[in-house]
């Protein structure tokens, strides 16, 4: 397996949910603040609805785009 994905994370960005900001694919989401978060996912460009996401929960999930749309938990950073 390579350590790319293996590896922990060595990057982390704020995220501002919005419905047209691509962002550099991500190897996770922490949620700071708990609700739902719509996101759309590298692999297949699906928009999916993370939903009742508690406080302080890291996703580990790829996604290229966090929506405003939808999202109403808060305090997102994405890692990679």
Do not use: C, K
């Not at 996770?28 to 739902?36: E, P």
């Amino acid at each position: 397996m390579s350590d790319e994905l293996t590896a922990p994370a060595r990057f982390a960005v704020a995220v501002v949910p919005s419905d047209s900001t691509v962002l550099t694919p991500t190897r996770g989401l922490h949620v700071g603040s708990g609700g739902n978060v719509t996101v759309r996912m590298v692999g297949d460009q699906a928009t999916v609805t993370f939903t009742a996401v508690q406080t302080g929960q890291l996703l580990p999930i790829s996604v290229d785009q966090v929506h405003s749309t939808n999202t109403t938990a808060s305090s997102i950073t994405a890692v990679w």
